[in-house]
T-cell receptor
Framework: DTGVSQNPRHKITKRGQNVTFRCDPI?????LYWYRQTLGQGPEFLTY????????KSRLLSDRFSAERPKGSFSTLEIQRTEQGDSAMYLC????????????FGPGTRLTVT | QKEVEQNSGPLSVPEGAIASLNCTYS??????FFWYRQYSGKSPELIMF????GDKEDGRFTAQLNKASQYVSLLIRDSQPSDSATYLC??????????FGAGTRLTVKP
């Protein structure tokens, strides 16, 4: 039984560079969520997919952020022209439909923008 | 504005005591309520969820929900040092938007 996986686990990048993160959800889960968490705060919702459809995006998600889930399985989150304020833990979670929507998190990708 | 409020702590209890963690939320349309445990440097781990008013027990954990008061709590009985972590309260609304509180840091002292 595999849980949610995320790659890479850590990413250090220079300001202005683009980065891409990958999330593989639990296999039978068709809902996938992206969150961002900074120190001392709870996770902040970024966006959510049901299968391949992106159904909701937070106002936090600026034009520099884009997420895809092309075949309804894994998802990618890309940040273009990174800024120091983008430094955070990026968390992916997945859940089933038809259930109680419990979300299970992956280990996260810690991004540091220098 | 959909807010989830938690006392940031730290909450310190002796080993074997009951730890009580509280959470309030602002939107009466809230559907489901979750408690996550997060160890330092790790991702949140789901430990309890509750949907109906009343108590729900799972091992040493009891979640309590009072929708009229917009209040949800988590009790941890026989607290252990391994329970030391940040506990996040999360509230789901009917559009699948889930909001988290900032978390309460719990320390269980041997």
């Amino acid at each position: 039984d595999t849980g949610v996986s995320q790659n890479p686990r850590h990413k250090i990048t220079k300001r202005g560079q683009n980065v891409t993160f990958r999330c593989d959800p639990i296999s039978e889960h068709n809902r996938l969520y992206w969150y961002r968490q900074t120190l001392g705060q709870g996770p902040e919702f970024l966006t959510y997919f049901q299968n391949e459809a992106q159904l909701e995006k937070s106002r936090l998600l600026s034009d520099r952020f884009s997420a895809e889930r092309p075949k309804g399985s894994f998802s990618t989150l890309e940040i273009q022209r990174t800024e120091q304020g983008d430094s955070a833990m990026y968390l992916c979670a997945s859940s089933q439909t038809g259930g109680k929507y419990e979300q299970y998190f992956g280990p996260g990708t810690r991004l540091t923008v220098t | 504005q959909k807010e989830v409020e938690q006392n940031s702590g730290p909450l310190s209890v002796p080993e074997g005591a009951i730890a009580s963690l509280n959470c309030t939320y602002s939107d009466r349309g809230s559907q489901s309520f979750f408690w996550y445990r997060q160890y330092s440097g790790k991702s949140p781990e789901l430990i309890m969820f509750i949907y109906s008013n009343g108590d729900k027990e799972d091992g040493r954990f009891t979640a309590q929900l009072n929708k009229a008061s917009q209040y949800v709590s988590l009790l941890i009985r026989d607290s252990q040092p391994s329970d030391s972590a940040t506990y996040l309260c999360a509230v789901r609304y009917n559009n699948n938007d889930m909001r988290f509180g900032a978390g309460t840091r719990l320390t269980v002292k041997p």
